[in-house]
């Protein structure tokens, strides 16, 4: 049974930092594409950040020069350093894994709660 568990969110100033983490189970976690994706209040869910098996990483343009996105094979963990934080990243943030570089998301976590006020 895949499991992904977030953890680090948090309330945090405009400008701040946080540091996400997802911890992987139940998959051969070398051989997964993670990503991160956000849902704000009354917002569709969307694309943060991605990481393929050998580490080619993408972003939304919204993030781009902010946050940064990693992985740690040893330890079955994905990250996103999030910097310069503005209230617009106020959302639940969300672990995914997938099979291949492309397509379908087949895993998520639960999300975690990250405030930024203002």
């Known amino acids: 049974q895949v499991q992904l568990v977030e953890s680090g969110g948090g309330l945090v100033q405009a400008g701040g930092s946080l540091s996400l983490s997802c911890a992987a189970s139940?998959?051969?976690?070398?051989?997964?594409?993670m990503g991160w994706f956000r849902q704000a209040p009354w917002k569709a869910r969307e694309f943060v950040a991605s990481?393929?098996?050998?580490?080619?990483?993408d972003y939304a343009d919204s993030v781009k020069g902010r946050f940064t996105i990693s992985r740690d094979n040893a330890k079955n963990t994905v990250y996103v350093q999030m910097n310069s934080l503005k209230p617009e990243d106020t959302a639940v943030y969300y672990c995914t894994a997938r099979r291949s570089d492309y397509g379908m998301w087949n895993y998520w976590g639960q999300g975690t709660q990250v405030t930024v006020s203002s």
């Open positions: 990481i393929s098996w050998i580490s080619n990483t």
């Open positions: 139940g998959l051969t976690f070398r051989n997964y594409a």
